[in-house]
């Protein structure tokens, strides 16, 4: 859990303040001119310093060290009124890099002239920033890294006080979801994932069950068998989580359908079986279980915050390896809802696995099934890594996809899963095709192959993570890996109402 004081304030403080501060974030309203400033500690100063900045550079945020005993270190940085929500997190994770990399114990924001919803927007970016900077990522170096020292966060120039309780829960999801794609693949097998798994049930009250590879021949779940019977190790398996409201009375939630389903691609680490990746495309392959940590990780910001509503989580852990047992071209296998399957590439096994993981996630009849998986190199080529692909079978999400996708600064796009797109997954001999061997619309296709394990009655979203790897960090997130999802989700959950109204307790 995340330890860190957020104090707020309705004035600015004076320069005696400001002296004893080590370093201070300043953010004010853009103006046409550049003249109308408002007054905050050293205003004078720092706009003579901010003329001589813009005279060489028109873009960059002023960062400067104060004339006084402590020598703080400022940064100073327009906001435009009208800023989406993705440019403020990028600014806020600019600004605080600056500061982070002094390691701080405490940093300062002066909110200078801004409107009070505009500076509210402002303080929650800088908190998210923050919060996702200071996270301890795994370095396994023999050299320690310094311990992250921040402890405070000091907030002046709001209006009222703002309730931070969902940022601190969204960046314990996210961070939960780095950190573990971040491992690396000796350290983080299924069996190891499941131990870590286990840990987190425990200390987050969840009710936890494995279902093995004897479980799932039980039940014919042929597609997740077929991958995970190239692994020399018999670790892989489906984990179910389930969250419930302790204020929930047995019954209600069967007669108000208000379950939560979500699913993540598990797979540990993806050589690509028998049609194996070559090597620039093999490297980073452990990251191909993020969806599964970023599923986790909207779990744990759903615990934190006592959400209103059931949540089943369920984890497809395995590995995709090459072998002797390996499953390959031309194989059918049969899914546990009875679909066969001819399998066309190996490579494809992300697909594979989520068949019988949705069929059983969807046979439960959830309000609502959310997926979350690194699943395409075609969205990649789509989208790039800026945004996340969206797929659903109801037109009616949409907007509300697009609109959370904005407000959150985890810009998703939706494409289209109309039924014509299945002809190219007819098969001779099977139900369906895995894919097509000439990767046309992989993500579109893929999507369609998997609303075949989906019940048509159930609500369905599948995101693709084309952005849960982006050079230099995306948005608030300062590392490659970006834990893509969490915070989409919440804001889709939350503010579009798509589970229904007070999901969370007491609102």
């Not at 598990?266 to 620039?280: E, F, H, R, S």
């Amino acid at each position: 859990m995340i330890k860190i004081s957020i104090k707020q304030h309705r004035g600015l403080p004076d320069e005696g303040y400001a002296d004893g501060q080590t370093n201070l974030f300043i953010a004010f309203p853009e103006t046409k001119s550049g003249k109308d400033w408002p007054i905050f500690p050293y205003a004078g100063l720092l706009k003579q310093r901010w003329a001589r900045l813009k005279e060489k550079d028109d873009t960059s945020p002023l960062t400067t060290d104060l004339p006084n005993a402590t020598g703080s270190r400022v940064t100073l940085a327009p906001i435009k009124p009208d800023i989406s929500a993705f440019d403020l997190l990028t600014l806020a994770r600019k600004l605080c890099v600056t500061h982070l990399e002094q390691n701080p114990a405490a940093v300062t924001l002066l909110l200078a002239g801004l409107d009070p919803g505009l500076a509210a927007r402002v303080a929650e970016a800088c908190v998210a920033a923050l919060l996702a900077g200071i996270h301890t990522m795994p370095v396994l170096k023999s050299k320690p890294a310094s311990e992250k020292r921040l402890a405070g966060i000091d907030i002046h120039g709001l209006d009222a006080t703002l309730d931070f309780s969902r940022t601190l829960a969204e960046a314990e999801g996210n961070n939960l979801a780095r950190y573990l794609t971040m491992l690396p693949p000796n350290q983080l097998t299924p069996a190891r994932y499941r131990e870590r798994i286990a840990e987190l049930a425990e200390e987050n009250g969840w009710n936890m069950h494995f279902f093995d590879t004897k479980t799932l021949k039980r039940q014919n779940a042929g597609a997740f068998l077929a991958v995970a019977q190239g692994s020399a190790d018999d670790d892989a398996g489906i984990v179910q989580l389930c969250y419930s409201p302790r204020s929930r009375k047995r019954g209600t939630e069967k007669k108000t359908g208000r379950r939560l389903a979500l699913v993540g691609k598990g797979i540990c680490y993806d050589t690509g079986g028998n049609n194996l990746k070559p090597a620039k495309s093999m490297f980073g392959m452990h990251e191909d279980m993020e969806g599964s940590a970023v599923a986790l990780g909207v779990l744990l910001a759903l615990t934190r915050l006592k959400a209103n509503l059931s949540v089943h989580c369920w984890l497809a852990l395995a590995q995709n390896h090459i072998g002797p047992k390996a499953y390959k071209q031309n194989d059918v296998v049969t899914a546990s809802n009875g679909v066969t399957i001819e399998v066309v590439h190996t490579d494809a096994e992300g697909r594979m696995i989520l068949a019988d993981t949705l069929a059983m996630a969807s046979a439960e009849r959830p309000g609502l099934l959310v997926d979350y998986a690194t699943l395409t190199g075609s969205c990649i080529y789509a989208l790039g890594t800026r945004y996340s692909g969206a797929f659903t079978n109801r037109d009616a999400l949409l907007n509300d996809i697009i609109a959370a996708g904005r407000a959150s600064g985890e810009r998703v796009w939706p494409f289209p899963t109309d039924s014509d797109y299945d002809k190219e997954l007819e098969s001779d001999i099977a139900d369906i095709k895995q894919c097509i061997l000439a990767g046309e619309a992989d993500h579109i296709l893929a999507a369609r192959f998997l609303s075949r394990f989906v019940k048509e009655e159930v609500p369905w979203l599948h995101i693709d993570l084309s952005a849960g790897n982006n050079k230099g960090g995306l948005a608030h997130i300062p590392t490659d890996i970006t834990g893509f999802g969490v915070r989409f989700t919440l804001n889709l959950l939350l503010e579009h109402g798509v589970m229904g109204e007070g999901v969370i307790s007491g609102k």
